[in-house]
């Protein structure tokens, strides 16, 4: 882990709302795991306070060798409303690179799918481009209210990957949720498959219920507001089972984001 001050390299629009921060930093670049995240500061005073956790979205390299990393912001309040305005040039303090990162499926064999909903897509362009090199079959099912919140399926194209898009409103590729094709997908499928998701927690819970049903593996990378990033506060737990048949707070920011979805209890047992 390295607590920096990096030099914004270069600020890319996606679309109105979503952009691409990049940074040179080689030892972060070298260190980072797909589906790791980083504490980046929003500002130089003390508004907002926190810093706000961001996946590693890619690393950037020269003549091969990791020389930085992005990350993909969707502006949803007042931190990333700062990111927004940021430009190159500008420095900006980073933690990281912080938690648990995406394994390849325990199947040599399985094919990985990997199931996103919005912003969620940010950790898996790398993650896919592991998954190749380690020579798993690997589909991306992209989800979004509309055409503008899908995202990444060009990163997806420019490694081969097959995409298929699903909005709420039908503005782009089949008009539903990404989990009915994620459904339809599976069930022409006769191979082993390891599934992968990120996004918004009803996506994913129902991801999982999917994935449960067909006993499938499936890993799962959390959100959650994020005081300290490192473990300290407390802010970010989750119920989970422990090995005893009961079950304990996770830590998002440490045992996590990314965690086997069997572990988890998406019903707080007290409730
Ligand atoms: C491990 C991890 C990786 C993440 N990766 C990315 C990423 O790659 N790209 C990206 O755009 N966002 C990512 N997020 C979410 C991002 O951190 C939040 O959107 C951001 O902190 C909001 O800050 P803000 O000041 O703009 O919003 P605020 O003004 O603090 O809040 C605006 C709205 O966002 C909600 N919110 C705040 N923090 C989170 C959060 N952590 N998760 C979900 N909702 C939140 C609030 O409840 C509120 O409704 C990630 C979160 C985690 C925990
Ligand atoms: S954010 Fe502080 S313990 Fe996880």
């Not at 996606?14 to 500002?43: D, K, T, Y």
């Not at 990393?69 to 040039?89: H, I, N, P, Y």
């Amino acid at each position: 882990m390295f607590e920096k001050r990096l030099t914004l390299d270069a600020v890319r629009f996606l679309n109105s709302r979503c952009f691409v921060l990049a940074f040179h930093a080689p030892e972060i670049a070298r260190a980072a795991r797909p589906g790791q995240f980083l504490m980046l500061a929003a500002s130089d005073g003390i508004e907002p306070l926190l810093r706000r956790p961001m996946a590693v979205y890619q690393i950037l390299e020269s003549s091969g060798e990791p020389v930085g990393f992005s990350v993909l912001v969707e502006r949803t309040g007042k931190g990333t409303t700062l990111m927004s305005k940021m430009q190159a040039g500008d420095e900006v303090a980073v933690l990281g690179p912080l938690g648990s990162s995406f394994a390849p499926p325990g199947d040599a064999t399985a094919e990985a799918v990997l199931v996103m909903g919005g912003v969620g897509a940010a950790p898996f362009p790398l993650f896919a481009r592991a998954l190749l090199e380690a020579g798993h079959t690997t589909r991306a099912f992209i989800g979004g209210r509309t055409s503008e919140h899908l995202l990444c399926a060009e990163d997806f194209a420019a490694l081969g990957v097959p995409v298929t898009q699903a909005t709420d409103d039908g503005s782009a590729g089949h008009h539903g949720l990404v989990t009915a094709a994620l459904t339809e997908y599976l069930s022409g499928c006769d191979g082993p498959v390891a599934i992968y998701s990120c996004g918004p927690t009803p996506m994913m819970r129902a991801v999982d219920s999917i994935a449960s049903a067909r006993g499938l593996p499936h890993q799962v990378s959390l959100e959650a507001p994020m005081a300290c990033g490192i473990g300290v506060c407390l802010s970010c737990v989750v119920p989970a089972v422990d090995e005893a048949g009961g079950w304990r707070y996770r830590r998002i920011c440490r045992e996590g984001p990314v965690f086997d979805a069997s572990t988890l209890l998406w019903e707080h047992p007290d409730d």
